[in-house]
């Protein structure tokens, strides 16, 4: 990163993924590094322009894969979105490519979506739920507002993620959303345990079969 060297982060990148599973390199290589860059930057005159070269670089790798991963999926799927004035989607990402991992479609809306034009697409896309991600939102009540009408609206469980989901547990609880925290790990958990729960039982009317999945331990 300090030589600006996508060559090497290529290299790097690619070597982890053919020897770990991809949660692995999540929870042991990205995120940490993702971390260090958001508490060093100011410490280093390229300190900025280092932390917008990798996020832009692993912006454009978790993209393909999530692109290229698609047809490993058969599940319904989930609507993935980070919340309206949200623009880092580095975290929702993550999020994406792990559920693709554990056998989820995902349709992936990115930044800065506006909250209400997902209850338009959860029928015609037959999703299982809408997964939403946002860090200190403004405003909060608004999107607050937002949400408890999405949840009422599509008749489907809204998980929302990121320190939004933490500040706001309270008031996200009591508009029937589900908050899972800023834990990528915890959160996945928490989402494939309600999902489970959530299926129909089989040979019950309108059951289908799903996909084994299992509990990513990624974050």
């Keep these: 990163l300090e030589d600006f060297s996508s060559e090497r982060l290529d290299n790097l990148y690619n070597e982890s993924c053919a020897l770990h599973p991809i949660d692995l390199v999540t929870r042991n290589l990205l995120i940490p590094v993702l971390e260090q860059l958001g508490t060093r930057w100011e410490q280093r005159e390229s300190g900025i322009a280092e932390e917008h070269f990798f996020t832009a670089w692993l912006r454009n790798k978790l993209g393909a894969r999530l692109h290229h991963g698609q047809w490993l999926a058969r599940s319904k799927p989930l609507i993935l979105a980070c919340l309206p004035h949200e623009n880092h989607e580095i975290g929702l ?4 490519l792990a559920l693709l991992q554990m056998g989820h479609r995902v349709i992936y809306l990115g930044a800065n979506m506006p909250i209400r034009q997902i209850a338009h697409i959860t029928k ?3 999703a299982l739920g809408v997964v939403l991600s946002g860090r200190d939102v403004i405003p909060a009540t608004s999107v607050l507002a937002d949400i408890a009408w999405l949840v009422e609206a599509s008749d489907l469980p809204v998980f929302v993620g990121s320190h939004f989901s933490r500040r706001y547990e309270t008031e996200l609880g009591r508009s029937g ?6 834990d990528l790990g915890r959160g996945l958990d928490l989402i494939e345990a309600h999902l489970s729960r959530a299926a129909p039982r089989p040979g019950r009317p309108g059951s289908a079969s799903r996909p084994r999945t299992a509990a990513s331990s990624s974050g």
């Excluded at 990402?93 to 994406?96: D, G, S």
């Design 177 to 182: 959303a589900i908050a899972v925290g800023d």
């Design 93 to 96: 990402l993550l999020c994406a």
């Design 124 to 126: 015609p896309s037959h």
